[in-house]
């Protein structure tokens, strides 16, 4: 250690000497203190210079630049269940990957399964941000080069937008806005939307086509189209390259058991129908609430297109990989099917070998009688089919995710967040 101080012994002499009430100091004392000054700033200056020695000091980070052979894709929305499983695929197909969420839906423990799964420097980031600071936004795109962008953050319960839509316009609507012209301003030239069939409401005449119109009934629906029209109206007088995709009911998971959807308890109400029916089978409730038995279906029940999560990221790889500068698509995902919620239960039963307790209650505000796809043009132009249709097996490999996670993902405090 180095001692700057005096010692007491040198006496009265080397005080600041008072007269008439001002003090003046002693010109040693003085000239002490700019050695002190002069020493810091030497010692600082030799520190700087030898952290910039360090070989990793002027480095930037592998993520900050382009890299010829490699797609930097960031996912939006990627510790969500449908992100993360979207974020899983295209790790295991070589892109990078940043993941931006703000963790009101999303869960850290999905994040820190896949960097465990992806280790490698340069692979896998997590930054968590809101969308809907402007701010936070642009300096995530400075400080990143990105190729591409897959927007899956959004609040997205038919239910719980007819309570709370101010919330939805919010979440969707601006903050697709946020997200595009920040695209705009930093030169990123892909964007793969998530979209959904809320936005064509409930149409006369089935399968729904992309021509289907689109009027939507509940604030989830109109807020995704008045963020579908923010693109196209963009898109007409831009480079950039845009996939729009509309997606009917997910289910299922990983295959692999690694990833699945663990919704946050106190929005169990409502949540997908295939959690509502593995919380039941589970016993965290009674019995599962069947809302809606007089609609213009074949047993009274809703009539829904399911499609395995599985099946639904792939076709938001493919539509990254068929992407084309000024070149917008515009595509349902579904398998082209409808199955009843009667169906639906009676599948749910049967992977999970639980006799499920129902009770039937009046129609949920928002909800539509009957919507399935066709899934025609997807398959023509991007060579996509759902693979994954057997509603029991889905719900299989699902219920085997949520009986090894009974609390979901559980901690994730050791998770790296940037």
């Not at 600082?44 to 592998?62: D, E, G, H, W, Y």
């Not at 690694?258 to 965290?284: Q, T, V, W, Y």
């Amino acid at each position: 250690m180095f001692n700057f101080g005096r010692a007491r012994s040198q006496g009265r002499q080397n005080r600041s000497m008072s007269l008439g009430g001002l003090d003046y100091a002693d010109p040693k004392k003085k000239n002490n203190y700019l050695g002190k000054i002069l020493l810091t700033a030497s010692l600082t200056a030799l520190c700087i210079f030898m952290l910039k020695q360090s070989p990793t000091f002027n480095t930037p980070s592998v993520f900050s630049r382009h890299e010829p052979g490699v797609t930097h894709v960031l996912v939006t929305g990627g510790a969500g269940y449908i992100g993360s499983h979207a974020a899983l695929r295209l790790l295991k197909d070589s892109y990078r990957v940043t993941i931006v969420d703000n963790l009101s839906r999303g869960n850290l423990g999905a994040v820190k399964i896949l960097q465990e799964l992806f280790p490698e420097p340069g692979r896998l980031q997590f930054i968590y941000a809101d969308l809907g600071d402007a701010k936070a936004v642009n300096k995530i795109f400075t400080e990143n080069a990105f190729d591409a962008v897959m927007h899956f953050a959004a609040v997205a319960y038919v239910g719980e937008s007819t309570q709370f839509p101010l919330k939805y316009y919010h979440n969707i609507t601006s903050n697709t806005l946020v997200v595009l012209e920040t695209m705009a301003a930093h030169g990123v030239k892909t964007l793969i939307y998530s979209s959904t069939c809320a936005t064509y409401g409930e149409p006369d005449i089935m399968p729904i086509t992309e021509e289907t119109p689109q009027v939507p009934i509940n604030p989830y629906g109109k807020a995704k189209k008045m963020a579908e029209d923010i693109i196209l109206d963009f898109s007409k007088n831009s480079n950039m390259a845009v996939m729009i995709l509309r997606y009917f009911n997910v289910i299922g998971s990983d295959p692999e058991g690694r990833l699945g959807e663990a919704p946050r308890p106190e929005l169990r109400e409502h949540g997908r129908i295939s959690g509502a029916c593995f919380d039941a089978a589970r016993g965290i409730m009674p019995g599962l609430q069947i809302k809606g038995t007089d609609y213009k279906t074949g047993d009274g029940t809703c009539v829904r297109d399911y499609i395995d999560v599985t099946d639904l990221v792939d076709a938001h790889v493919k539509a990254l990989q068929k992407a084309k500068p000024r070149k917008v698509g515009i595509y349902n995902v579904g398998t082209g099917k409808g199955s009843s919620v009667k169906e639906f239960v009676e599948a749910c039963k049967k992977a999970t070998g639980v006799e499920i307790k129902i009770d039937y209650l009046p129609r949920r505000a928002g909800d539509y009688a009957e919507v399935y796809s066709d899934p025609s043009k997807i398959r023509k132009e991007l060579n996509w089919t759902a693979k994954h249709t057997n509603l029991k097996e889905s719900l299989e490999t699902a219920w085997r995710w949520q009986k090894l996670h009974r609390n979901g993902y559980g901690s994730s405090s050791s998770v790296a967040v940037y």
